[in-house]
């Protein structure tokens, strides 16, 4: 159904505990991201990995870690997370490419990962 | 700081009317793109209109940019109860070579059948 595909799609987790989001895409796309997704907020781009480098971190805290071993997967390792930081967790991917850049890119988001730290 | 804000904040209409929903923004874009989510489902994208353009249509979708005033306006014609969702825009400030969507908070569509 989508191009982009999260695992787990729920998770619950206690607070000491170490956990991992996994992302796959299968577009063919050079760009990845993670956004956080909570209620009564705006979606909050927390990471961008362009050609495997990390481009951008939006001041997130270091108990989440992203790491991208290539262009098609994505992971959020997640360690001693607090309760505010249960959310939806959503990944998502573009072709970023300059031909693109006047055009405008499109991204395709996953399903989602909830998150429910107790 | 946030760049694109919907409203209404929630629309709530009969099976067969339109649903118009409106976004405001504040710095100069790229392309302004509209997405849709389906109660705790991703996002998907529904159209994007770039800033040389004035109006865009696709099937039941109209959308129209006012560079001057940096609004959008969503329109759902015809609108189907399988409408109901949130729906969000999301401003592209392209800086350097990434796309730097903004999301809104996002309108609540229900659409009663």
Known sequence: ETGVTQTPRHLVMGMTNKKSLKCEQHLGHNAMYWYKQSAKKPLELMFVYNFKEQTENNSVPSRFSPECPNSSHLFLHLHTLQPEDSALYLCASSQVEDALRRLGNTIYFGEGSWLTVV | SQ???????????????NATMNCSYKTSINNLQWYRQNSGRGLVHLILIRSN??????????????????????????????????????????RGANSKLTFGKGITLSVRP
């Open chain 2, 3 to 17: 760049q694109g804000e919907e409203d209404p904040q929630a629309l709530s209409i009969q099976e067969g009317e």
């Open chain 2, 53 to 94: 353009e004035r109006e865009k249509h696709s099937g039941r979708l109209r959308v129209t940019l006012d560079t001057s005033k940096k609004s959008s306006s969503l329109l759902i014609t015809a609108s189907r109860a399988a409408d109901t969702a949130s729906y969000f825009c999301a401003t592209d400030a392209i």
